[in-house]
């Protein structure tokens, strides 16, 4: 029996293009290792089961099951069924931030939980393929309206039947026009950020780019993610980091000033923190592993 394709990072792939939405239709690989990336996933079951092993939880899903969560924090698709078909999406920040969902579940999702919804029927799976064709097609306006029917969908969870994994128990938040305003704070400070994370950039900057004061930058902008602003800009590096040392003749002090960070040192203390791991024991573990270098 031949043996199961696994998942590859790359320069081409989610990792090394943190700030690009992109869209998926297809038969899913396993990942022989957890990886990240600093958009939020959409993954819907056409056919078969696929295993999810995440932070702090794992998840079991069939076909006709939908779930979100934020690639931010390391996750690894460990197991699937060989029929196995699945659709979705990784949504760039600043998209996520103009879902309409509940601000518990916003927070929940940002600090790791899996929003999983079973309220699915045979539209989704012709809708996702439909998206993705159109994100493909290289017509702009195509791919606007696949991103607005995408975030309209995910919005209608709000509506059905819905579990967030893991389930501890939370009291519901309501929205307010501060909350709107805020989210709107924090996506154009996501679009800075985005534009701006290979250079130097501090919490000055992030905030002029909303017109509003760096205090008040960073306490909305944890209060929304879960994360810091420190925070988001190293994952946005590390990100990309990740993808860049999966090339042969990838050299860490290069991969350290490529994806902006001022120093070898602060590059790997951000990479063990995240990883667990050292930026050269993470390129050697995915030689070992039998990775193929891009």
């Not at 709000?158 to 709107?180: H, T």
């Amino acid at each position: 029996m031949p043996e199961r394709p696994f998942y590859q990072p790359g320069a081409s792939s989610v990792e090394g293009l943190p700030l690009m939405l992109q869209m998926f239709h297809t038969q899913p690989l396993v990942m022989l290792k957890p990886h990240w990336h600093a958009q939020v996933e959409v993954n819907f079951i056409v056919r078969g089961s696929v295993h999810y092993r995440m932070n702090d939880h794992e998840i079991s899903l069939s076909a006709g099951e939908m779930c979100l969560f934020w690639g931010g924090l390391p996750h690894q698709m460990d197991d699937l069924s060989d029929d196995a078909i699945y659709a979705g999406a990784h949504l760039p920040l600043v998209h996520f931030f103009r879902l309409h969902l509940p601000t518990d579940v916003r927070h929940r999702l940002m600090t790791g939980a899996t929003l999983v919804s079973d309220a699915t029927d045979r539209s989704d799976d012709d809708n996702f393929e439909r998206w993705n064709r159109y994100v493909r097609s290289g017509d702009s306006a195509k791919a606007e309206h696949a991103v607005n029917e995408l975030l309209l969908r995910l919005e209608r969870m709000r509506f059905e039947p819905y579990r967030l994994v893991p389930e501890n128990p939370v009291g519901q938040a309501a929205g307010s026009p501060f909350d709107q305003q805020s989210s709107r704070n924090v996506g154009r400070m996501c679009d800075f950020i985005a534009e701006n994370f290979l250079y130097e950039i501090d919490c000055v900057n992030i905030a002029g780019a909303a017109d509003i004061h760096p205090k008040y930058a960073m306490n909305i902008f944890k209060k929304s993610t879960g994360m810091t602003l420190n925070e988001y800009v190293n994952l946005l590096r590390l990100s990309y980091a990740q993808a860049l040392l999966m090339h042969e003749d990838a050299n860490v002090l290069r991969v350290a000033m490529d994806s902006g960070f001022g120093s070898l040192s602060a590059f790997n203390k951000s990479f063990r923190k995240l990883a667990g791991m050292s930026p050269s024991d993470f390129r050697r573990e995915r030689a070992s592993a039998g990775y193929s270098v891009l």
